[in-house]
Each structure stands twice: as C-alpha cells, then as structure tokens.
C-alpha cells in the first residue's frame, strides 16, 4: 500500500510539472519569432509563481473536530498541504446490554496531501495523501449493577450484589499506519488568479484498517439462579462469550476502515519571499 501511494504521488507530480511547462513554453515559431498563446478575455491570466513562494493557513471544522491546515505551491497544477484535526469528549450513562458505561471520545490526525488541479484557475482538485499520525479512539469504563442481567453473545448472566461485573473497552480507528487517503474538494488555498481569502471544501475517506476493539471483564458473575457464581475475568465460558461478542462489535464497525472526511473552513495565503516581494 505505501509504495502504491507513493508512486501514485509521483505520478500526479510528474503530469503536474509536464503541464506546467506546457503552461509556459513557447508555441510554434512562425517567421523565426515564437507565437503566444492569447487566452479569452473573460478568463484571468495565472500569477506566475515560483515554487514554495506563497504559503497558506487555514481553520475549519472538520468530522474530527477542529481541523488546522497549511499550504506551499509546487507549481502551477499543485499544493502541499498538511492537515490536523484534534477533538475530545467525555460521554456519560451509555446503556447497552445490560452495561452502564462512560466514555471517552479522543480524535487527534496529522496528514499530508498533494492538491492537484487539473484546471488551475478554477478550485477543483483531486489530493491523495497519507494519514501519519491517526489516534482516533473510544475509552470506556462500565459497570453492571448488582442482580441486574447483562448478555454476551446472546447469552444472559447476573452481576453479583458483592462484586459486581465491570468492563473495560477501547475502540481504535488506526490499525493502519500511515494510512492512504484520497479525497477532492474545492477551493485552492494558493489562488493562481491572485487573491488571498478562500474557502475549502473537502471530502474523502481515510483507509485506516479493521477498527481494533479490546474490552476485559472483572468481578462475579453467575447463571440465572444467582447460586452459581464464577470469575468474570477467568471463567472460560464467560471469555468465550466475551470474545465471540467482540468479533460481533468488529463486524458491525467494519465499515468504518474506511474513515469518512469532511471539513470546510477559511484560509489566506500570503507570499514567502521567493516571488521577489
């Protein structure tokens, strides 16, 4: 997956920089002086820009949160741009089979892509790229009440009055890393006509692998009757159970390896020096 990605990042810098030249280079000659190619009076010249002369930063809201982003032109066709996003949350009285529990939800991603656009005055792109950083998650801590049922995989148990049944679980969102995103958009944060204010907008996915789910068991459990108690932690039937509910909880979340994108925000470019101002 990584050398696929990284060829494919080749790929669209090499077409990027073959119609950059094709951008400027001279047309035919006719009579020993080259001809100029004149575009239409209602479309606006591209700004001539070295690479790495101008730079962007941009906020916006994003699925994960606060979403952060900064931009250098390459060159007429394509950006660099690196992307963060950070959020937290803490969730409380979650019920499910029989658990009561509380949550933590952390978001934290560092990215970096390459904005391609195939028409450079207009803001339409196509960026893949890769997730460095992913630490997208779910804690939670839960417990059972004394006497009150609770089931894994289909199958009820009762939490003792003395030492009632609690859990552990923790979802994970970055099984693979660095993981390949391909997203498209619109809205170039390095305007090629000249202004300085845009407002991108982003949507994609990130392949980030079979979510993890690890969740342990602590404290007595017992049948029906209430009169045959075991560990929770040790039992083998109630382990057995236990795992074979969290491959379910891994096959409903399956479609979540492929994380979903959004985000719109506000960004202003601004030159580095290397144009020459």
């Known amino acids: 997956m990584q050398r696929f990605t990284i060829l494919w990042l080749g790929v669209l810098l090499a077409c990027s920089a073959a119609g950059a030249q094709r951008l400027v280079a001279p047309g035919d000659e006719v009579g020993g002086a080259p001809s100029v190619a004149t575009a239409p009076a209602h479309s606006k010249e591209l700004t001539p820009m070295p690479a790495f002369s101008r730079m962007a930063l941009g906020a916006g809201l994003s699925i994960n949160g606060i979403d952060l982003q900064a931009a250098t032109n390459i060159n007429a066709y394509t950006n660099l741009r690196v992307t963060g996003n950070v959020f937290s949350h803490t969730v409380t009285g979650i019920s499910t089979d029989g658990f009561s529990a509380d949550g933590s939800l952390s978001l ?84 090629r006509t000249g202004g300085h204010w845009s407002f991108p907008v982003e949507i994609g996915a990130a392949f980030v692998g079979t979510p993890s789910v690890k969740m342990t068991l602590s404290g007595t459990a017992c049948d029906v009757t209430r009169v045959h108690c075991v560990n929770a932690a040790t039992d083998s039937n109630i382990q057995g159970n236990l795992q074979a509910q969290i491959a379910k909880y891994r096959s409903d979340l399956d479609p979540l390896k492929a994380f979903p994108i959004f985000s719109f925000g506000v960004s202003y470019s601004f030159s580095t020096g290397r144009d020459g101002r």
């Open 108 to 191: 934290a991603t560092l990215g970096a892509a390459v904005d391609y656009f195939p028409w450079p005055r207009h803001g339409f792109r196509v960026s893949p790229g890769l997730l460095l950083y992913n630490d997208n998650s779910l804690s939670a801590h839960a417990t059972v009440s004394g006497n009150e049922s609770f089931t894994l995989n289909h199958v009820d148990y009762y939490s003792s009055p003395t030492n009632p049944v609690r859990a552990t679980a923790r979802l994970g969102l970055g099984s693979q890393n660095p993981a390949f995103t391909l997203t498209t958009g619109w809205g170039n944060m390095i305007s």
